[in-house]
């Protein structure tokens, strides 16, 4: 059973998505209680591979409420768990110009929190725009057709 926790919805707006890989992540045990009451932000969380290990940094993990001194800094840089395979492929397709590695969502899967990694290019302006202008058609379009069904 896969429960949604967090989506990094800025991530699809800001950059296209062409690959995504699901990834473990090293937590201590206050995090996860934080992140199960839903305590977590992916906003401006970015993913670097550094030595062959992949990091997420910036994401922020509210302090548990009901934890005393075993609360960690909600920003730490958090361990990603990915298969070396995965890294090293991972790793090539960064060095090209333009590419950049974002959480794009986080979840339970059964009782184990997991995070969907997108190998991410950079939107310029106009194809903002133009992604704007697609979902307001679409928008348009559904409610013509939900008048038209009634």
Do not use: W
């Amino acid at each position: 059973m896969i429960k949604i926790v967090a989506t990094n919805k800025k991530a699809y707006h800001d950059y296209f998505v062409e690959d995504t890989y699901e990834a473990g992540i090293v937590l201590v045990g206050c995090e996860v209680k934080s992140i199960r009451q839903g305590a977590l932000n992916l906003r401006d969380s970015f993913i670097m591979i550094k030595n062959g290990e992949a990091y997420v940094l910036n994401m922020h993990v509210s302090p548990y409420k009901m934890g005393s001194y075993f609360n960690v800094d909600s920003k730490r840089t958090r361990k990603l768990l990915l298969n070396r395979g995965e890294i090293n492929k991972l790793r090539g397709r960064v060095e090209q110009k333009g590419y950049t590695l974002i959480p794009l969502k986080v979840y339970f899967k059964d009782s184990l929190v997991k995070v969907e990694v997108g190998l991410c290019k950079g939107k310029e302006l106009h194809d903002k725009r133009a992604a704007i202008k697609e979902k307001e058609n679409n928008r348009n379009l559904q409610r013509v057709l939900k008048e038209y069904n009634s």
